[in-house]
């Protein structure tokens, strides 16, 4: 895992990152990395399952033919053939 220093910081952004790191419970070095991994996150980041989920609703799909969805084919998949 990465390490990363961070220079010349502030004391006020660190007395404000202690007490946010208080608030929540965690330390402040926690709480620098829930900060930069909720800034970097993709905001509109596609979740397929719920995508799903919402399409079978929408088109009000019936038990049975959620039972159908859910079965699965048992055999190993092929190697694909381009020729």
Same mark, same amino acid.
Do not use: C, Y
């Given at each position: 895992? +990465? !390490? $990363?220093?961070?220079?010349?910081?502030?004391?006020?952004?660190?007395?404000?990152?202690?007490?946010?790191? +208080?608030?929540? *419970?965690?330390?402040?070095? +926690?709480? =620098? %990395?829930?900060? $930069?991994?909720?800034? !970097?996150?993709?905001? *509109?980041? #596609?979740? $397929? *399952?719920?995508?799903? +989920?919402?399409? *079978? %609703?929408? =088109?009000? #799909?019936?038990?049975?033919? !959620?039972?159908?969805?859910?079965?699965?084919?048992?055999? $190993?998949?092929?190697? !694909?053939?381009?020729?």
């Amino acid at each position: 895992m +990465a !390490v $990363l220093t961070v220079r010349n910081l502030p004391d006020e952004v660190h007395r404000a990152l202690r007490m946010r790191a +208080a608030q929540h *419970g965690r330390s402040t070095e +926690a709480e =620098v %990395r829930a900060l $930069l991994e909720e800034a !970097v996150k993709p905001q *509109g980041r #596609l979740k $397929l *399952g719920s995508l799903l +989920a919402d399409i *079978g %609703r929408k =088109v009000k #799909l019936t038990d049975e033919e !959620v039972a159908l969805i859910r079965q699965r084919d048992p055999s $190993l998949p092929r190697a !694909v053939d381009f020729e």
